[in-house]
């Protein structure tokens, strides 16, 4: 159906779709920008399964064509390009990589395979080459990182400091309206949300394009840790019953505190199965790094199988892998299938290093390298990224400490001011009322008097109660989800991060638009009106 309607508009349009140009830019920059903040991780992975497999006796082509195989990797598919011109169409590699370099659009990616084929023309075996170049990756991955890392701490100031401000004019506009009551105030409002959006839209990006590239869950569809089972499972039910309880009370008129706090408790069992489970990869990664290289270096140093080393490995310094590592072993003593034992325990993990690198590892063990040396190797990168991590959760943990207390600051702001507004409105009126009753009763310059009295407090009368109530829960709202967005891109994980920001600043708005009224009901009166 959708086929025969583009068709149409090919035909309609002189082969053109309206906007297909424009749609396909929009594309090929996200894959610029996913491909660039990916390369320099990639870029590390591939030099790593590189630098495993010249341990055995690999010959060039042989390196380019298994590491053209391995498609997980970005820069492996320009390697493919490679592979291509080479078998294919006769080229000598060193044409076939500064071919290939010509169209690359990353600038690491393109300075090193010129200095491949700079190197293959001097001479330079290929070993010393790749060994030497997964020296500079590591630098250059560890400089990018720490880059990263320092521009994610100041657009991380600079976006609550312009989100704060977005929040002053939101509350600025809202006093206005108070004191000026003005007629089709719609256009203000909007405007109050546009710029909301906008900073939000602009310090998200920002931070977005800052931030490390750094994936913590494998994301296999057939196995996967415990955690992340119970999340699969749960995902869909939990988002489903939450949408339709949400839709359910918007449409009966429910406090929108109730509403906000109820979505948050409902999503809170997936936010704190899915934040343990990001501390318990976290701790896998940190495990992992030690673990291969003492396996590699006790398959290496007594010539055993894996199953025969994995009995030797000090288990109890892996506190958090020795249960898969015992797994594992069981197994293999059993007989059992090596290749799937090693896939169930990549999946139960649920770590994307791990699963990167544990492959790296068994491809290179596979062709007959050296698992000592391809131990080390796959121990120091992964210990590379380990390290990295642990300077990133040290600023992560300061923003996330920030942005919590921030958002409730500024809701409170919000919410206390617009009850006083609300109150004081309320309490004016009442005034007026009896201004009007008691000129009524009254006459000559004493009428004049309260007349007088109720023009100059006119300022807080006909307080559009019910368009300024709904401005305050969209506001709130685009708040919540700015800054759900905000400490996710920060603290970095699997989607089910979502949750745990989510559930907690739901919460934390819904108390807030609860407690407030009954707070300013119980400390702000206007008893000097009273007795007028």
Sequence with gaps: MFEDVAERLRAANQGKIPFEEQVESLYDLRDYILENKKMEQDLLLMYTYMAAITTSAVTRPEIFQYTSERFEYIPSRYIARVQRLVTGWGNSYAGALRAVAERCRNSTLQSML?????????GVPDDDFIGTELSSIRSIYRNTFEQGIELLKKWG????AMLLSASLVAIIIMISVAIYAPDGI??????????ILLISVFGLFIMY????????THGLAEICSKEQGIIRRLERPMILITAVIVLLLVLAGVNAGVIFLLAGLLLMPLGIIGYIDDANVINRDEDFSTFIRGLGSIMG??????????????RKSLVHLEPFINAVSSKLNLGLD?????????????????YKYMNIFRDAVALGGSPDQIGKIVGSSMLEQVLLRRKRDMMVKGFIVLLIPMHGAMIGIFVFLFEILLT???AIQEVMAHFEETAAALSGSTATIGGSMGSSLNIFVNFPEETMRTYVVTILLMLTVANMFAGKIVMGGDRYIY???ASLLCAVTGVIYIVAPILVDAFFTIPAFVGV
Excluded: C, H
């Design 301 to 314: 140093g007594k010539g055993i199988t894996t199953g025969d080393a994995l009995q030797e490995v000090d």
């Design 338 to 354: 090596e290749a799937g034992t090693w896939k169930k325990f990549i999946g139960e993990t649920g770590s994307y290093l791990i």
């Design 424 to 426: 004081m409105a309320n």
């Design 114 to 122: 010129n200095r491949y084929a700079n190197s293959i023309d001097s």
């Design 209 to 216: 394009r800052a931030v490390p590239d750094d994936p913590r």
């Design 186 to 195: 719609e256009a203000t409002l909007n405007t109050s949300y546009l710029i």
């Design 499 to 501: 949750y745990f920001f």
């Design 157 to 160: 100031d600079a976006y609550i």
